[in-house]
């Protein structure tokens, strides 16, 4: 393989990790700045070489896969990302961009202050909610209405008259510092760990289940953008921001229209001291044409507009000196290596832990201890080492080298082929077994209530936790889980106290009822939450629907494997290697003794029966409310096993709504509209269905 090909490569490799952290995970590792720099490199390697471009290139798609865990949508309009950009040169050469696209005409720019929240979308229609989203990976996002619905800050029926029949309002959802900060204090006091900045404790709020202990949270929404709009134009920006605020949806105060690039550099450099005095965090200010039309004529790359740009100030730095390296290991064995430092205040807070990512990176540093290091927050959320300061480097000094052994487990360690990561390769080390169960018990696969990471890491501590399967030999041993001592903190005035106590009868019985509960989980889960190399929540899912059962899954070939759409060689490979091995083989065989779900629910067509027989072919149905025999994803899922289509919002498309109890807003617009709203037994007599599976 040629250097080139290499280079590109270890580029499209690091960045889809990057993308994968920051998109899907919500803990990027590296600075938007260092982001920028290694995209720019793998374009200009796929500039000089075409040849090499291939479809699943970080170059040719917008972002990473949306957050599992709720219904997916697809937006009527893509949200494209924004091109970022760092000093005035570059400003000014994105200005003579613009200018020349649009062949002399006159324009102006709209800028207002980058918020650090999480981006979403607002869909209207009628004035009236319908839906919620994340922006997943651009393309196609997670449907939130419900949590959506408990911010405040945006109204559930637009205010005044004459808006559009269908406005989508794109935005940012945020966490308000003072509400932030007053939410952080009383999980202090309830003995619970405070969350560690307002941006990913947004995300996770958004990503919550429990809609109800979203409101009090005081979360906020502003908005910047706007997606699909039917009955209504606009001219500029401006303009229609004027209409969404008077309409009821809040937009920033500080958004300004510049007349040309001098004026913006202007707010630039105000700015810089400006957003310090904010409620929300931001580290620049976003630059877009403000005419729709001029924005038409410039149009989009397939990542980015070229109406839009995003001036990012750069990330506060500060000294301080390397006292000492953790090595820390992951549920997959990977080694990584964090610097200890004395303390050093970035950004109002003191950093004594930073990030050196991988043994590559502190090659490319030449770190050692003792050494004076340079330290930034990337994003402003994540410490980074990013160089050494020479200069003052200490008389005796070494540079810092990878652990030959595990720093847990004592045991084995290898690099991956033609990666940057190295792995400890027992299958038994501690600190592998207490990530793996951490994930799967997390939420997004087993979701086992009370099971949470500090559980788990005591429980593996004291023996009860050895496997998977352990898990559900917990309701045989609750006595010892009553009987686990676990720390409590409380604050008293100044000071937080901590005392030891019990897990006690009812969190022992709240776990236990989690633990049987999740038996029940799809098999899709369970593939997921089973932790093999490369295999995420989508493609276990695709997996899981096209083999049925746990048992055709382990007995398939890389060949069988690969005849899945979405399933490439080396995640083939990957799963045939896990379920070839003693320790895969006794992992699920152990689960499924244990009486976890190992099967697929059928979604194909019953017996004897042509899609077009089907009983809701063709139709489109919305589900709203409680309903007595069936959750959201088994209604669904028969839905589409009938021949139907399952949507999230009622349009005049919608053929038929089906209404539980406390069926709110959807059962109002349906009756607004004329659509037929059924009973849960008149859905059930429709269907032809036995709920009892009878």
């Not at 398939?556 to 490979?573: C, I, N, R, S």
């Not at 139709?619 to 839905?639: C, M, N, S």
Request: hydrophobic share 35%; charged share 30%.
């Amino acid at each position: 393989m040629s250097t080139w090909q290499q280079d590109i490569d270890r580029l499209r490799g690091e960045i889809n990790d990057h993308d994968y952290r920051y998109y899907t995970l919500g803990e990027p590792s590296i600075s938007d700045q260092q982001y920028d720099k290694l995209f720019k490199q793998l374009k200009a390697l796929e500039a000089e070489h075409p040849e090499a471009i291939t479809p699943d290139s970080p170059t040719q798609r917008v972002g990473e896969k949306p957050i599992e865990g709720f219904e997916h949508v697809t937006h009527a309009v893509p949200m494209l990302s924004i091109d970022n950009t760092y000093n005035e040169d570059e400003l000014r050469e994105f200005d003579r961009r613009v200018a020349k696209g649009l062949d002399g005409d006159a324009y102006q720019y709209v800028v207002d202050p980058k918020i650090d929240g999480v981006s979403g979308t607002l869909r209207y229609e009628d004035g009236v909610l319908v839906l919620g989203a994340t922006r997943g990976d651009g393309k196609v996002g997670d449907d939130i209405t419900a949590n959506i619905k408990t911010v405040r800050a945006i109204p559930l029926k637009l205010r005044g008259k004459d808006w559009p029949a269908v406005l989508e309002v794109r935005g940012e959802v945020y966490w308000p510092r003072p509400a932030f900060e007053k939410h952080n204090e009383q999980r202090v006091k309830d003995g619970q760990e405070p969350f560690a900045n307002p941006r990913n404790a947004t995300t996770g709020t958004l990503k919550s289940l429990d809609s109800k202990a979203i409101a009090e949270r005081g979360l906020h929404f502003i908005a910047h953008g706007s997606g699909q709009i039917e009955g209504a134009t606009f001219e500029t920006a401006a303009e229609l921001f004027e209409a969404i605020n008077g309409w009821g949806i809040a937009v920033s105060e500080h958004l300004e229209v510049c007349d040309d690039i001098d004026a913006v550099l202007r707010l630039v450099e105000a700015w810089d001291e400006r957003r310090h005095t904010l409620d929300y965090e931001t580290d620049g200010l976003v630059i877009k044409v403000n005419r729709f039309d001029q924005r038409d004529e410039l149009g989009t790359t397939s990542r980015y507009p070229r109406w839009a740009i995003a001036y990012k100030y750069a990330a506060e730095q500060g000294e301080t000196k390397l006292i000492d390296v953790d090595f820390q290991v992951g549920k997959l064995g990977t080694i990584t290596p964090r610097a200890v430092m004395e303390p050093v205040q970035l950004s109002g807070t003191t950093v004594r832990h930073a990030s050196l990512h991988n043994f590559d990176q502190v090659e490319r540093l030449g770190v050692g201890i003792g050494d004076t290091v340079v330290v930034e927050k990337a994003g402003e959320i994540i410490p980074q080492v990013v160089s050494v300061v020479e200069a003052k480097r200490p008389k005796k000094w070494k540079p810092l080298q990878p652990p030959k052994k595990c720093p847990v487990c004592d045991g084995e360690i290898v690099k991956d082929d033609g990666g940057v990561y190295i792995r400890c390769i027992n299958p038994e080390c501690p600190a592998q077994l207490k990530e793996r169960l951490k994930y799967f018990c997390g939420r997004d696969q087993m979701d086992i209530e009370g099971l949470g990471d500090v559980m788990v890491e005591k429980m593996v501590d004291v023996g009860l936790l050895k496997s998977f399967a352990d898990v559900y030999a917990l309701p045989s041993k609750r006595a010892e889980v009553i009987d686990l001592e676990i720390e409590q903190q409380r604050k008293s005035g100044d000071q937080v106290k901590t005392s030891i106590v019990k897990f006690g009868e009812k969190r022992t019985d709240k776990l236990i009822a989690g633990v049987e509960k999740s038996k029940d989980r799809t098999l899709a889960r369970v593939l997921a939450a089973l932790n093999i190399r490369h295999v995420g929540g989508s493609s276990a899912e695709l997996i899981a629907q096209h083999f049925g059962s746990m048992e055709k899954i382990a007995a398939a070939t890389e060949e069988d494997l690969q005849a899945v759409d979405g399933v490439g060689p080396e995640m083939a490979a990957s799963v045939k290697k896990f379920f070839d091995s003693e320790a895969g083989e006794h992992t699920w065989r152990a689960l499924d003794k244990a009486g976890v779900n190992m099967v697929e629910p059928d979604t194909g067509p019953p017996a004897g029966m042509t899609a077009d027989e089907l009983p809701l072919a063709g139709k489109t149905l919305v589900v709203t409310g409680t309903l007595e025999h069936f959750d959201r994803k088994e209604i669904e899922t028969l839905i589409k096993k009938l021949g139907g289509k399952a949507t999230g919002s009622v349009s005049k498309k919608t053929d038929y709504l089906v209404a539980g109890e406390k069926a709110g807003s959807k059962l109002d617009k349906a009756k607004k509209l004329d659509v037929t709203v059924l009973s849960e037994a008149e859905f059930i007599e429709l269907a032809g269905v036995d709920p009892n599976g009878e």
